[in-house]
C-alpha cells in the first residue's frame, strides 16, 4: 500500500474513532456544579485530542430533571447529572444524604458517599449506566421572607421542596411543601406558589433570593450530592485508552467539585449578607422542632430502607467512628 494511501486509511480510522456525546444538567450556568461539569467536559476533550468531546447542555435546556436519568437509560443521550435524592422512587438509599443529623459535614457527606457508592453503582449498573462522579451541595437552610424564631411559623406555609424527602420533612414541620426545579424559583415566589424554600447558600446566591426573601436560617440540615453518570454502552464503545481518560477526569472533577462547594458556601453566605439577607442559626425552639422532624423523617427512612441499605449507613457511622 503506498504511503498516501496508508495516511489517509489511518486518518479515516481515527476520525471513526471520535465520539461526541450529549449531556444534560438541571442547573444553570451560574452554578458551581455546572461550572465543575463543564471542566469536566473540557479536560476530556483536552485528553483525547478530542477524541471524546462532551456537549453539556445546562439549565434543563435539553431535558427536564425528571426525564435526564431515563434518557440516559434509553440512550437518548450519553451523560447526565441529576440532585440524587430525586432518584428516591428507584430506592430508598438514594436519599440518605437528605436524611437530617446523618452527616452535618463535608467531611462526613464525603464518608457518606464512599459508604453508599457501592451500592448505588450496583443499582445504577442493572440500568445500564456507570456513575461517574458525585458532589455535594453546601448545607441545606431555609429561606423566609422574615426571621424564623417560633416553629408555629411552619404551620401551612407554603415552601419549595425539590425531592420527596425534602417534602417529608416540609410536612413533618406542619408545612405545605410544593414540587419547584431551581429554575423556576423566582417565578414561584413572584406568584405566591411558595412563600419559603429549603436549599442551600449557594442555590439562595446563584438564583438572587433577596430579591423576594429577607432571612436565612443556616440550619445545617443535610448535605445533598449531585450525581453524574453515563451510559454503559456509549462507554463501551470507547477504546479502552479514552475509557482511563474518562474515568481519570471524573476522580479529578469529584474532587474538584467537593472543593468548590466549600468554597462556594463561603462566597455565597457573603453575598447573601451583602445584598441584605440575614444569616442567622435556628433558635432553640426552632431547632428542636427541625431535630423532631428529622428524627421522624429517619424513622421513616428506616422502615423503607432495605437491610444492605441499612448496612451502607451503619458501615459510613462506623468509618466516622459513632
Known amino acids: 500500500m503506498k504511503p498516501l494511501v496508508v495516511a489517509l486509511a489511518c486518518a479515516?480510522?481515527?476520525?471513526?474513532?471520535?465520539?461526541?456525546?450529549?449531556?444534560?444538567?438541571?442547573y444553570g450556568d451560574a452554578s458551581f456544579h455546572?461550572?465543575?461539569?463543564k471542566q469536566f467536559a473540557e479536560d476530556v476533550r483536552d485528553a483525547t485530542d478530542g477524541e471524546l468531546t462532551i456537549t453539556v447542555h445546562s439549565g434543563g435546556s435539553l431535558v427536564s430533571h425528571g426525564e435526564i436519568k431515563p434518557s440516559v437509560r434509553r440512550g437518548t443521550i450519553d451523560a447526565g447529572e441529576v440532585f440524587m435524592s430525586v432518584l428516591s422512587n428507584d430506592d430508598p438509599i438514594f436519599e440518605v444524604d437528605t436524611l437530617p443529623g446523618v452527616a452535618g459535614s463535608y467531611d462526613d457527606a464525603f464518608a457518606l458517599w464512599q459508604a453508599?457508592?457501592?451500592m448505588i453503582t450496583e443499582l445504577f449498573a442493572y440500568e445500564g449506566l456507570i456513575p461517574l462522579y458525585a458532589v455535594a451541595w453546601p448545607?441545606?437552610?431555609?429561606?423566609?421572607?422574615?426571621?424564623?424564631?417560633?416553629?408555629?411559623?411552619?404551620?401551612?406555609?407554603?415552601?419549595?421542596?425539590?425531592?420527596?424527602?425534602?417534602?417529608?420533612?416540609?410536612?413533618?414541620?406542619?408545612?405545605?411543601?410544593?414540587?419547584?426545579?431551581?429554575s423556576d424559583i423566582p417565578t414561584a415566589f413572584s406568584t405566591g406558589r411558595v412563600d419559603a424554600m429549603i436549599t442551600s447558600s449557594s442555590?439562595?446566591?446563584?438564583?438572587?433570593?433577596?430579591?423576594?426573601?429577607?432571612?436565612?436560617?443556616?440550619?445545617?440540615?443535610?448535605?445533598?450530592?449531585?450525581?453524574?453518570?453515563?451510559?454503559?454502552?456509549?462507554?463501551?464503545?470507547?477504546d479502552e485508552t479514552t475509557q482511563q481518560v474518562l474515568m481519570d477526569a471524573a476522580a479529578r472533577?469529584?474532587?474538584?467539585?467537593?472543593?468548590m462547594s466549600r468554597e462556594d458556601n463561603q462566597a455565597s453566605l457573603a453575598a447573601l449578607e451583602e445584598n441584605g439577607v440575614s444569616v442567622s442559626e435556628p433558635n432553640a425552639e426552632v431547632a428542636a422542632a427541625l431535630q423532631a422532624?428529622?428524627?421522624?423523617?429517619?424513622?421513616?427512612?428506616?422502615e423503607r430502607a432495605d437491610e444492605e441499605a441499612e448496612q451502607a449507613l451503619e458501615s459510613y457511622r462506623a468509618q466516622i467512628g459513632e
Open 253 to 259: 472533577a469529584e474532587e474538584r467539585g467537593w472543593q
Open 116 to 118: 453508599t457508592k457501592p
Open 12 to 26: 479515516m480510522a481515527t476520525g471513526a474513532q471520535a465520539a461526541e456525546w450529549t449531556m444534560a444538567t438541571p
Open 293 to 302: 422532624a428529622g428524627d421522624e423523617l429517619y424513622q421513616d427512612w428506616l
Open 139 to 182: 448545607a441545606q437552610g431555609i429561606y423566609t421572607a422574615q426571621a424564623l424564631t417560633d416553629p408555629a411559623q411552619f404551620e401551612g406555609l407554603r415552601v419549595r421542596a425539590p425531592n420527596i424527602n425534602t417534602q417529608r420533612f416540609v410536612n413533618n414541620l406542619g408545612g405545605s411543601p410544593t414540587e419547584t426545579e431551581e
Open 203 to 238: 442555590t439562595g446566591n446563584a438564583m438572587s433570593a433577596w430579591d423576594y426573601v429577607s432571612d436565612y436560617t443556616d440550619a445545617n440540615l443535610w448535605l445533598p450530592k449531585n450525581i453524574v453518570f453515563i451510559s454503559q454502552r456509549s462507554f463501551d464503545r470507547l
Open 34 to 37: 455546572t461550572q465543575n461539569t
